[in-house]
């Protein structure tokens, strides 16, 4: 079972931040934070990933909680191509096989508007 | 950046046959892959891990006779639906894990196919 709560849909018009919530109050302490998206009808895509520290690349920014209870997935500046569904998963640290498997959630569907 | 495959994008069978959906990563070598299915409007489910050079490895209620996976290089993974029905009709995703971090990769990122689309009528 996934361990992680998002909202099922997010508005957001084009040009402004969106902040992506995700809860994940039972994460462990060598399980990271991953951040996918899934444009309709496409593979996922990586974003972002995360420990404890917050994390910034040219996708998103990435913010973690002190208690690494929950977290949120920012986009700094919105666009229509990024209309998609947004999964938050928790995954164990470690490299090798079944360790590397991803449980998606229900993630959240974000609708960017013009 | 790294690019993982699938073959074909969408079929079309009839009930009763099988069907192959190969997957492979470009341009790095993966000791493992992932199969996932995805119904309409839902989430992806994970199926099973498929190891180089030994039996897969299936997620519960998952039925390994009917779902047969073949991992038989470090860049190749097949998965055949055997004696397909129309409730198998689904979107059918694959992933990738680089052997080992190379090329500047990220630490544990995981590839994904663009996906299959298989139809039963």
């Known amino acids: 079972d996934a361990k992680t709560t998002q909202p099922p849909s997010m508005d957001c018009a084009e040009g402004r931040a969106a902040n992506l919530p995700c809860n994940h109050s039972t994460i462990s302490g060598n399980e990271y934070v991953y951040w996918y998206r899934q444009i309709h009808s496409q593979g996922p895509q990586y974003i972002i990933h995360g420990l404890k520290n917050n994390e910034t690349n040219e996708m998103a920014s990435l913010i973690i909680t002190e208690d690494r209870k929950s977290s949120t997935l920012i986009l700094p500046h919105a666009t229509l191509r990024d209309t998609a569904v947004y999964y938050c998963?928790?995954?164990?640290?470690?490299?090798?096989?079944?360790?590397?498997?991803?449980?998606f959630g229900t993630g959240t569907l974000l609708a960017v508007q013009p | 950046g790294a690019v993982v495959s699938q073959h074909p994008s969408w079929v079309i069978c009839k009930s009763g046959t099988s069907v192959k959906i190969e997957c492979r990563s470009l341009d790095f070598q993966a000791t493992t892959m992932f199969w996932y299915r995805q119904f309409p409007k839902q989430s992806l489910m994970l199926m099973a891990t498929?190891?180089?050079?030994?039996?897969?490895?299936?997620e519960q209620g998952v039925e390994k006779d009917k779902f047969l996976i073949n991992h038989a290089s470090l860049t190749l993974s097949t998965l055949t639906v055997t004696s397909a029905h129309p409730e198998d009709s689904s979107f059918y995703i694959c992933s990738a894990n680089p052997t080992a971090p190379n090329r500047g990769r990220r630490f544990n990122e995981q590839f994904f196919g663009p996906g299959t689309r298989l139809t039963v009528l």
């Open positions: 998963i928790v995954r164990p640290s470690g490299y090798g096989g079944a360790t590397n498997k991803l449980i």
């Open positions: 498929s190891n180089e050079g030994s039996k897969a490895t299936y």
